[in-house]
């Protein structure tokens, strides 16, 4: 496996939740730091959280409280658990893996996953 795999995605009503996975390469995974990105029609590409190798998460301020990322380094998953979703969290959401982190913010990685689709409705 050399290329991330993400999943759970799809259609929710406003107040709902979803739980993506991104599965990555097993050899690779506990040594490289993890990320979820977002980007919606017409928008920049933008950093939703970050998870670092030592389990140190990051949030965006317009996911915080609803959203939580985190990893499991036995199945070289990685997740990202979404409450209380919103009409703008609607996106394609990527992971990627083996960026770093300079001054407390992480820069994406070379590796990216193909993207799944979350759509919210009012």
């Known amino acids: 496996q050399v290329i991330l795999v993400e999943s759970g995605g799809g259609l929710v009503q406003a107040g709902g939740s979803l739980r993506l996975s991104c599965a990555a390469p097993?050899?690779?995974?506990?040594?490289?730091?993890m990320g979820w990105y977002r980007q919606a029609p017409g928008q920049q590409r933008e950093l939703v959280a970050s998870?670092?190798?030592?389990?140190?998460?990051k949030l965006a301020d317009s996911v915080k409280g609803r959203f939580t990322i985190s990893r499991d380094n036995a199945k070289s998953t990685l997740y990202l658990q979404m409450n209380s979703l919103k009409p703008e969290d609607t996106a394609v959401y990527t992971c990627?893996?083996?960026?770093?982190?300079?001054?407390?913010?992480?820069?994406?990685?070379?590796?990216w996953g193909r993207g799944t689709q979350v759509t919210v409705s009012s």
């Open positions: 990627n893996t083996g960026g770093a982190y300079i001054s407390g913010r992480y820069y994406f990685g070379p590796t």
């Open positions: 998870i670092s190798t030592g389990g140190v998460t």
């Open positions: 097993k050899n690779t995974f506990s040594r490289n730091n």
